[in-house]
């Protein structure tokens, strides 16, 4: 164990975290550079490009240290984004200490601060890192100020280097092992392993990605997950390296894996417990958390004959989401598809993208809500996250919504501005709190319908990104709600259905109509759309149709191109749905939800 | 099967204009060069093509070269392929090259139709557009053109210049009008990419009409020549009577084979498309080397062709012949989208007649949108 350290790099987006890693990897000689990226770093291309990490990848590197001393340093890596907060907690809870990572041109930014709050609270032993060093803007005197300043940490107790040239790097090693704690942990203790992420592999099934911080465990154990008791039995235990290594056993203060004829993915949960079934541990470790989807939407393939492909893939990308879920549903306006529940929109989007993109489907979604509960004249109490199940209005006793409580750290010169977000996202209950000078501590409780959709984006933008954010599920509560209805050439769009707080009916449905007019392109037909409640409009704008559109010229030079022009259109029209006469692209039922500040 | 036309491609202009997206060589020192390439492009295609029932001679300016070129190159053709004895000869010509001379000399050559590249009749926009003539050129070669005794003299027009008004080109249309002319080609302005158009644009140093004044300019024009009792028979075309239509150009629309000569010349043939380097220097060099001057070749499939079928036959007044395309493609178009067809039906873009799909009006205005059903 004391040659042991476990630790993450964490840092703003684009301040060099990947390139690190890799230098460290190949540094410590498990791989050369080209091998590696081929292996781990081609997959999860929609990540990369969005600059986040959806998996926790954990790499045991061996490291030998100046004066010739042994090491193994577990490197793991964390997923970056609110609605993946969870994630990265279970992801630093495993970890000793951290490299924060600065950029030397660019210096602290939001996320640099961010990420430190966050190990902060976590204990973990913070080693700020000056990246980039070779740049010729780099401005390496005025961030060791700002870590001074802004970061309130040691200035003095700093690194250089640059990742992309290699330099540095070795004394990052050494500091990993002189600066960060070895982990604590009896290795005779009864089992307590932290499971920090999972992923499918077809061959082996569920493999369980942990930090073990009592006991031991080898192949042949029976574990038992503390959340709900199920028992399994340990086929092998290893460490990640460029491919898992079996080894005999992992042990206190190991990182490694644990693969125990799990089926899938959605029986293991992050963040859970694995003690041993006959000797296990008293208590499971702190901070777990059963994390539910919370936000529904209706996946449809564009054309009805690629139903089966959507089922098939969704099955596909289940066996590695284990917060994705989906069951069958169907629509009037747009045929057969599944209801999904998210962990939020970004997850959404993501999934949105796989599909997209790895299985190459054309979808539609329709526009995403959140649970609501009503009670009903004749007892019976119904949950509803789908509009198309909004009940009979006559029929309705009461309607609740859920509410969050929302978690906020920002610089202080925002709090105005975060304040009237909060209040114009119906919070109330506010508390306030300083824990050092100028930064706040702020919460909130609101509904999280208000939460789910642009909530974070605009925290984001009025905080200039420096704020971070995060909620809980505190309870339901009663409210007036509506269901808003969109009507495309008079005919319901059952797809675009939303319900909405009664008083931001109006609202939004007129937002609906002018986010629709602005999705929806022209065509030969004049289109009319309009929002409303009950049988009443309450909304409407009007697309109208262009006139003309044929190109003057159609001769001999002329007619390949206009073939090939006419082909990709076509393409492109194949990802809008026809609703009646009307061609809506998929973006529309998305950006009905944007608001106009956007 | 329909007799093939034949296209020849004059790549010379005197000075380029605006607009032009055809292309041409200002190196007039290369033209006797090219006309002695012509005749040996023509030999590689004898065993493909034997006849011919429309001749379109473009550009560029074929107007520039004297009568005696002119004549070598029908020579050269007659040579080789038979043209018909009934055969629509076309020479496009620019209006300050028309002088009686050169009039009697192409009626002689055999030349039985004109298409006057006049574009506009007002000097500001022949300025902008950068055409050699003005105004009253314009309307005098028009004269002698009639007084020469061409039958069949057509002209092009251009509308949605920059700040061009309404009232403006409907004055255009009837000053060209007043000529009756036996064919009229109106054409929005167009811009093409790597013209000097689209470079003032791009710098937003003009601003070109909207879409609404554009559909107005083209319903407008559309009913003024209607009034006058021309026959809209394609999206910018118009004849004064029903045997006064471009026969070559028709050829594009119905699938009929076609082969084109000379640099960036295109060709149909069988299920084929192929057409020739946009360089003079890549063409003279191919020919030297007794190679096809081929610059790329594609063949269609069904679906190509059927697509094709479709937005050609949608741009004319006449319209996707059912019974054809069935007996073509083995398709049945009327219940394959019956749906589609029905709803453009309603929505008054187009209409069943005679066994054809045809588009109303309203429908040529949205060809393009049509043809995607």
Known sequence: ????????????????????????????????????????????????????????????????????????????????????????????????????????????????????????????????????????????????????????????????????????????????????????????????????????????GTVIHCRVFDGTVKSGDIIRFMYNNSVYRVEEVGHFMLSRQKREQLAAGEVGYIIAGVKTVSDVRTGDTITLDNRPCLQPLPG???VKPVVFASIYPIASDD???????????????????????????????????????????????????????????????????????????????????????????????????????????YLGAVMKLCMDKRGSNSTLNYPSPGRVELSYEMPLAEVIFDFYDRFKSVTQGYGSFDYDLIDYRPSHLVLVDILVNGEKVDALSQIVHRDRARARALQACERLKEEIPRQMFKIAIQGAIGGEIIARTTISAFRKDVTAKCYGGDISRKRKLLEKQKKGKKRMKMIGSVSIPQSAFLAVLKSDND | MKTPGLYIHIPFCRSKCLYCGFYSSTSLDLVPEFLKALPLEMDLYRSEFSSFDTLYI???????????????????????????????????????????????????????????????????????????????????????????????????????????????????????????????????????????????????????????????????????????????????????????????????????????????????????????????????????????????????????????????GLRTKKGVNLRDYLRCYDRDLLSEKSEPIALLEKKGLVMIKNGCLRPTLAGLAVADSLALI
Not at chain 1, 62 to 72: C, F
Not at chain 1, 133 to 139: C, E, F, K, V
Not at chain 1, 319 to 340: H, P, T, V, W, Y
Not at chain 2, 291 to 312: I, M, S
């Open chain 1, 1 to 204: 164990m004391e040659n042991i350290r476990n630790f993450s790099i964490i840092a703003h987006i684009d301040h060099g975290k990947s390139t690190l890693a890799d230098r460290l990897i190949q540094y410590t000689g498990i791989t050369d550079a080209r091998t590696y990226k081929d292996q781990i770093l081609d997959s999860m291309d929609i990540e990369r490009e969005r600059g986040i990490t959806i998996k926790s990848q954990a790499i045991a590197l061996p490291y030998r240290t100046k004066d010739g001393k042994d090491y193994t340093l577990n490197l793991i890596d964390t997923p970056g984004h609110v609605d993946f907060s969870y994630e990265v907690s279970r992801s630093l809870a495993s970890c000793e200490g951290v490299l924060l990572l600065i950029d030397a041109a660019q210096g602290v930014q939001a996320q640099t601060l961010a990420n430190l709050y966050l190990a902060m609270e976590h204990n973990l032993e913070i080693i700020p890192v000056i990246n980039k060093i070779d740049l010729p803007s780099a401005d390496v005197e005025r961030v060791i100020e700002q870590i001074d300043t802004e970061l309130g940490l040691d200035p003095d107790n700093h690194l250089k280097c640059s990742a992309k040239e290699g330099i540095g790097i070795a004394e990052i090693l050494e500091a990993i092992v002189a600066r960060i704690p070895p982990p604590q942990g009896d290795p005779s203790a009864p089992l307590s392993a932290l499971i920090f992420d999972a992923h499918y592999d077809s061959f082996r």
């Open chain 1, 307 to 413: 139903y089966q492909d959507l089922a098939d893939s969704l099955e596909k990308y289940k066996l590695n989401d284990a917060s994705f879920i989906f069951e069958k549903d169907s629509s009037a306006a747009l045929g057969q598809g599944f209801r999904c529940g998210f962990l939020g929109l970004l997850h959404l989007e993501i999934v949105q993208e796989r599909l997209e993109r790895e299985y190459d489907l054309s979808i539609i979604l329709s526009v995403p809500s959140v649970r609501y509960r009503f009670t009903l004249k004749n007892g019976i109490a119904m949950e509803v996250d789908n509009p198309s199940h909004y009940p009979d209005p006559g029929a309705i006793v009461s309607s609740e919504e859920p509410y969050i409580r929302a978690a906020m750290m920002l610089p202080e010169r």
């Open chain 2, 58 to 312: 473009g550009g560029g300016t074929p107007s520039l070269l004297s009568a005696g070129e002119l004549g070598a190159i029908l020579e050269a053709t007659a040579k080789r392929f038979t043209i018909s004895s009934r055969a629509e000869i076309t020479l496009e010509a620019n209006p300050a090259d028309l002088t009686p001379l050169s009039l009697q000399a192409w009626r002689r050559l055999g030349i039985n139709r004109l298409n006057i590249g006049v574009q506009a009749l007002d000097d500001g926009a022949l300025a902008f557009l950068g055409r050699r003539h003005n105004r009253s050129q314009a309307l005098a070669a028009l004269q002698a053109a009639g007084d020469a005794g061409f039958a069949n003299v057509g002209l092009d027009l251009i509308y949605g210049l920059p700040g061009q008004k309404l009232a403006d080109w409907r004055e255009t249309l009837r000053l060209a009008l007043s000529f009756s002319p036996a064919h009229l080609s109106c054409y929005q302005l167009t811009v093409e990419a790597g013209t000097p158009l689209s470079r003032l644009l791009a710098r937003g140093e003009i601003q070109l009409p909207n879409g609404e004044a554009l559909a107005d300019l083209f319903f407008t024009t559309a009913a003024e020549l209607e009034k006058a009792g021309y026959i809209h028979y394609e999206v910018s075309n118009f004849a004064r009577n029903k045997d006064l239509l471009s026969r070559h150009n028709q050829k594009y629309w119905d699938h009929t084979a076609y082969l084109g000569l000379g640099p960036a010349a295109h060709s149909f043939h069988g299920q084929r498309r192929w057409w020739n380097h946009g360089d003079l220097g890549a063409y003279l060099g191919d020919l030297g080397k007794g190679v096809p001057p081929r610059a790329a070749e594609e063949k269609l499939t069904r679906d190509d062709l059927c697509l094709e079928t479709l937005f050609l």
């Open chain 1, 288 to 290: 777990f958390r059963e």
